[in-house]
C-alpha cells in the first residue's frame, strides 16, 4: 500500500501455527536506495520479492535493512534476504538485539517454557512433519550479520530522512523509526492497531509492560500524520493525542 513519497507499507501474509497472519513491513525508496524495515517470518524471500514489484521498486535497489527488534516474526527471512544478492544490504539494529540476530545469544523469548506452550498450542490436524520442522525453527532461530548499531536520536541519510527512536519494553533494544518526508511513525511492535483503533503493545508479548507504555511518551516531540504498526498495519487518526493517551495508559 502506497502511503506517501518515497514510502509503502507492505502487506505479506504468513501460515503460522496452522493459522495464517499478516504483517505490515515497510519499504522506504528514493532515486538512490531502499530500506527494508523488517523482514518477516521465515521463509518469506518471494513474498518480499513481490512485495517490492508491487510497489514499483527493484530487488537490486534494496541497500539497507533496519531491523526493530529480535522477535521471529521481524527477524525471520534475513538470511535468505542477505544471500539472495550478490551485493548484501546493510543491516542496522540496537546494540542490545545484536547477539540475538546474529545469533550467539538465543533469542529473549524462545525460552523452553515459551517453547513448550508453543509447541502445546499447535492445532491437532497440523501433520507430524511440520510441526517438527516448526519447532525446529524456534529451537534454532534464523540469524544474520548486523553490521552496525543504532542509537536513540541517530539520523540516517537515507530514502526522505530516517529518526532512530529507542522504546524499550517489548524488548530491550526495540525501536521505531520516523521517516521524516512523510511524517509516518514505523512502530514496530511498540503500538498495534485493531478494529481501526491505535493500542498500546500486546501484552501477551510484552514482557515489560511498564517500560513498553512509558517508553511511549518519546513520541510526542514528533508530529504524525500515520502510524504504520507491523501488526494491524496503518493508522490515520489524530496518532499524536492517541499516542499520549496510551502514554498515561489509556487504553
Known sequence: MHIAKGIDMLEITAQVMGG????????????????????????????????FDMAG???????????????????????????????????????????????????????PEALAAAEAML????????RQAFLSVLKNPPKGKVDDTLADGEQLPLAGGI???????????????????????????ALIVRESELHGPDSSSTPDMATAVASLSKLADYPIDTVICYHGGIYRGDANRRIAELSEGQQ
Open 123 to 130: 492445532p491437532p490436524h497440523v501433520p507430524a512433519e511440520w
Open 163 to 189: 529518526t532512530v527512536i529507542h522504546t524499550p519494553g517489548h524488548s530491550p533494544g526495540h525501536l521505531c523509526l520516523y521517516h521524516q518526508a512523510s511524517r509516518a511513525l514505523i512502530a514496530g511492535d
Open 20 to 51: 495464517s497472519d499478516t504483517i505490515y513491513p515497510v519499504l522506504l525508496h528514493d532515486e538512490n536506495t531502499a530500506v527494508l524495515i523488517d523482514t518477516g517470518y521465515p521463509g518469506l524471500l518471494e513474498n518480499f520479492q513481490e512485495a
Open 57 to 111: 521498486v527493484p530487488w537490486s535497489k534494496l541497500g539497507t535493512i533496519l531491523i526493530t527488534h529480535q522477535d521471529l516474526d521481524h527477524i525471520g527471512s534475513l538470511p535468505a534476504i542477505l544471500t539472495s544478492r550478490g551485493n548484501a544490504p546493510t543491516v542496522l539494529a540496537h546494540a542490545l538485539e545484536k547477539p540475538h540476530i546474529e545469533g550467539e545469544k538465543m533469542l529473549l523469548k524462545h525460552t
